[in-house]
């Protein structure tokens, strides 16, 4: 008897993951730094998807939800990134929403100094 693994096989080889996405074209990839590291050279060519960094992170303990951002819009544009997407995520505590209010206008001015689209 062998048991399912938890994890999501696409997974494994996210490259192989995403050279298999980019045969239906895809306007654009949501990446993370690390996978972004790998697969660079996948985005060498004239009409490559655009390059979205997913820019948060949360570590959910068993009461809280911690919101922190990975990177700077700097990070951002230095990776060749194409824009940047973080979450507001509103169903918290007020006082973890407001953390994350004051996270996203941060990264705002960040963004706007660097001429970086910004998803929120």
Known sequence: MTMESPHIKELHDPLQTLTQ??????????????????????????????????????????ILLPHELIQRCEDAVRDGFDAIKVLLPWDTSPAERMHSIQLAAQLVRECENWEMPLII
């Open 21 to 62: 996405l980019f045969t239906v074209k895809p306007d654009a990839v949501l990446l993370n730094p690390g996978l972004n590291r790998i697969s660079g050279d996948l985005f060498f060519w004239r009409c490559a998807p655009a390059r979205i960094l997913n820019m948060n992170t949360f570590v959910t303990d068993s």
